[in-house]
Structure formats: C-alpha cells, structure tokens
C-alpha cells in the first residue's frame, strides 16, 4: 500500500459518521443556534447536506410492524419537537425564522400552491388569498393555481412581489365528495403538466381557510404533512382511519403514528407528485369496486403516511379551527379552518 492509498484509507469516513454530523448540522440551523463564530459556514454546509438528504432519501415502513404510537405531547405537558424516525415537528418556538428564512431565501425557491374552490366554495377565496398575502411565505416566490368551476368568481386581490395567481377551469359536481376525490388526480397533471419544471415545493391547501399568522420557509421539506388538530392527543385506535380490509386506505387498528389533515399537503414537487400519484392509483382501484373511503382522499394520504414517512410534520398551529378554542400547547395559530354552514356551501349532505 502506497502513501497516497494509506492517506485515503485514514481520510475516508464512515456513512454513518456522515450521515449523522448532516443530521447533527441541519438541526442546528432547525433549532435556531445562531454562534457568530458558525453562523456563515454552517449555513452554507447545512443546506446543501439537506438538499441531497431530500433528493435521496425515503422512509418506508413494512406493513404490519409492531410499534408503540408516538406522542405529540409528553405526560410533562410539553410539546414534542422530532418524531421516532427523527423527523422535526414545527412548534412555534422551534426555529429561528430570520435565519431559515435567510437560508431559502439563497436558493431562490418557488412555491407552487394548488387551492380548489369548486361550487360555492369560492367564498371563501377572497378571505383566503388575502390572509395569505399577509402571512404566507412573505418575501418568497409564490405561485397560487385556484381550480375552479366558477372563474368569474375568483376576486381581484392585490399579490405582494414576486407572488402571481393562475385560474385553472375544471368541470363542476353535484357532490362535495366527488370534488375531494378528484383533487389527486388533479394535482397530479397539474405537477406533469407545468410544476416539474416551475417550482421547487408544492402545498395543496384547503380554500375554507384562513391564515393568522406567519408560514415561511420552517415549512418546507422533501414530504411534508400536517397533524389533524382534532386527533393529535388520541389513540390511534380512535382515529377515523378506513378500517375496512377491501379498501386500499385500510390501515389496521394496531398500525399508524399520527392522523394527518387531507387540508395540507407539501413538499418537494417530485415527492408530492408520488403521493398524489400513488393516492389517485388507489382512489381509482377503489372506485372500480364501488368504494368510497371513509374520508376520501384525506384516508388514502394517511395510509401513503404510515408506510412513507414524511420528513416534516407540521404542528396543529398550522391547521387549527376556528370552533376550537386554543390550548396550552398551541401558542400561536397560523392556519385554520373556518366555521360555516356546509348547508349552505355543500351541493349534497
């Protein structure tokens, strides 16, 4: 062995090793150190060990693994910031947004966001796009896709720098459900069509909504879900996941880490683009045997969950309703769900 080989084999460092400082690194930047002595390198370094992290790596569970359900909230009453499979969970609190703002904000990103406002669902739009003009990824290159049935419905609302709004028509229905279930699908075509070479992230949000406070660049992520605020303290066996074996959202009693909202759904453009092409494959094999699941495309995205682990969740700070008052481990609330008569919006019960 020559001088140059033994250099190579002293230098070379173990995967692991790697794999563990790029974790070491990113949470760092995550939890909001800000040394003086770091800050600059470490900013660099760190964000381009998580971009190759999110371009290759994929958390899949097998089917029928026995595991303990994770907690959002420990038994001391605070909150839990990482998942089991160390995936952060956004808590306010927990990142400097300054600094991981400052972060993307280099890299230039864009942000496609689907919004579907079918029916009279376009109500909503106005209070929706204006709340996010003054809260959603501010400062960021922003590009809303409202898919409608009524275009000329869509309001007039004034976009911030760098923000700009597409009207995508789509075909009307006379069932709220119907119009649930096709979101996937259109999600879908729309990534082939146009985001694959338009944006960097996506998030589909739902349009009966309002922003409260700030949602920036802390959100983004190869897969991002969003945990269900009526469900983030309840055991899994309580959670309205399908439960009948004939349908491709089953997901048996025993299995399952969290329940995640259908109302958010983000990430990087190529790893949406798999959950809603995966959904919209088992959306379509259930709808060949007559079957509807429990909650439509909200239960085939928890089961992609279970088995494809995101690798951010989002706190139910980012997914709250309005009916809901506030508890102690919700210190602010930047999204939620509006109160409203479904009589009166819904085309069917």
Known sequence: MNRDDTFKKRTRLNPVILVFFGSLVSGLIYLGYTSSSIRFK??????????????????????????????????DGKIVPVTPWLAPIVWEGTFDPT???SVYKQQ????????????????FLKEFLESAEQNYFVG??????????????VPDVKLGEGHQLTVMTVDSSNRWQEMTLRRMERLEKLIESRLVKEADYVFSLDVDTKFY???????????????????????????????????QAFIPYSEGDY??????????????????????????IDAAKSIEAAWQEESHLNKYFVYNKPSKLLSPEYLWQDFKP??????IIRFSQVIKNYAAVRPNP
């Open 42 to 75: 470490v900013q660099r370094f760190c964000f381009n060990i998580t971009k190759e992290h999110q371009e290759s790596v994929l958390l899949q569970l097998p089917q029928g693994l026995s595991f303990n359900q994770p907690s959002v909230v420990g038994p």
């Open 99 to 101: 600094l991981i703002d």
């Open 108 to 123: 230039n990103v864009t942000i496609a966001t689907t919004v579907f406002a079918l029916g009279k669902y376009t109500v």
């Open 140 to 153: 960021f290159h922003v590009h809303y896709y409202i898919f409608t049935d009524h275009p000329e419905e």
């Open 213 to 247: 406070a700030r949602w920036g660049a802390e959100t983004l992520g190869r897969l991002v879900g969003v945990l269900h605020p009526g469900y983030y303290q309840t055991p899994r066996e309580q959670f309205p996941y399908e439960r009948r074996p004939e349908s």
């Open 259 to 284: 329940y995640y909202g259908g109302a958010v759904l983000g990430g990087a453009v190529k790893d949406v683009y798999e959950v809603a092409k995966t959904c919209r494959e088992q959306l379509d």
């Open 326 to 331: 506030q508890t102690n481990e919700v210190k």
